[in-house]
């Protein structure tokens, strides 16, 4: 029988159950109770937060990691981020990627007014008087290695949080820290 599972990662957790190197870190398993062979489909860095979808199903995490598949994000950027750059977010952006450049491939983006609650507080990025933050939603159907973060920093706003809402028809209904057992991801 296989098991599927929707977490809501926290901030500072390792997208992972097994960490050989010396430093400690907060690995998934201390989050659940997950059944022996559970794995994480994609992953979300220590650093950001959101959605996460585990199973035991090697060919699911096959489909849900395929181009067919969305994965929407919303990031938290320094500044006050312009319709500009948000049309620059959408055609591709070029960013280094395993050192050598690359043109992200067209997505949707746009501003972000209301947050929804699932995303919750957070952790504190910064206090006001160091400038003003903006939310932006970027939705993409592939995922190099900090690839959000790298986008909007090309485009000039850097990226201070960043939380993965949607994946496929998935989206983020659970607070940080909490694991569903589902049946099966319809994405």
């Known amino acids: 029988m296989q098991h599927h599972f929707l977490i809501h990662k926290p901030h500072g957790y390792l997208s992972q159950f097994i960490y050989a190197k010396k430093r400690n870190k907060k690995l998934l398993g201390e989050l659940y109770n997950f059944p022996e062979g559970t794995m994480a489909i994609g992953r979300l860095d220590e650093d950001s937060e959101g959605l996460l979808l585990l199973t035991t199903d090697g060919m699911m ?10 994965k929407e994000y919303y990031a938290q950027v320094d500044g006050i981020i312009t319709q500009e750059a948000v049309e620059k977010l959408k055609g591709g952006v070029e960013i280094g990627f ?14 972000i007014t209301q947050l929804p609650d699932s995303i919750g507080e957070g952790r504190k990025i910064r206090d006001e008087r160091h400038g003003p933050t903006s ?3 970027i939705t993409l159907t592939e995922g190099k290695f900090r690839q959000v973060r790298k986008m909007t920093a090309a485009v000039g706003f850097p990226t201070l949080r960043l939380v993965r809402i949607r994946i496929g028809n998935i989206s983020l209904q659970l607070k940080a820290g909490e694991v569903l057992e589902v049946d099966k991801f319809n994405v």
């Open 61 to 70: 995490s096959e489909i849900v990691r395929s181009k067919s598949v969305e």
């Open 98 to 111: 395993n050192g050598i450049r690359y043109t992200t491939r067209k997505c949707e983006a746009k501003l």
């Open 135 to 137: 939310w932006v939603s």
